[in-house]
């Protein structure tokens, strides 16, 4: 059964950066799209970043210029790089794995972990 598990929230100061790893078991990790979601209370789940198994990559637009997604299939785990964040950008962040197949979608979700950004 699939497992992800994300790491390296915390809190930083306005301005500054934060990795997040996902890693994934239970599944053929590179034969997913990989995506990254963010959340905070009162708000709908935001779309941050996707790669897709073939390392195609897109950002919402709040975010360009300053996030990278990456992936490493050797370890079977998908990064955001996220630099010169700002107070907006706080919130609960989830990675998810997404395979399609034909009409049915399998989704695979993280835990997920906090990024607190302070001023």
């Known amino acids: 059964q699939a497992l992800l598990v994300e790491s390296g929230g915390g809190f930083v100061q306005a301005g500054g950066s934060l990795r997040l790893s996902c890693v994934a078991s239970?599944?053929?990790?590179?034969?997913?799209?990989m995506e990254w979601y963010r959340q905070t209370p009162g708000k709908q789940r935001e779309l941050v970043a996707t790669?897709?198994?073939?390392?195609?990559?897109n950002y919402t637009d709040t975010v360009k210029g300053r996030f990278t997604i990456s992936r490493d299939n050797s370890k079977n785990t998908v990064y955001l790089q996220m630099n010169s964040l700002k107070v907006e950008d706080t919130a609960v962040y989830y990675c998810?794995?997404?395979?399609?197949?034909?009409?049915?979608?399998?989704?695979?979700w993280g835990q997920g972990t906090q990024v607190t950004v302070s001023t």
């Open positions: 239970g599944i053929t990790f590179s034969f997913y799209r």
């Open positions: 790669i897709t198994a073939d390392g195609v990559t």
């Open positions: 998810n794995a997404r395979r399609t197949f034909g009409t049915r979608t399998l989704n695979y």
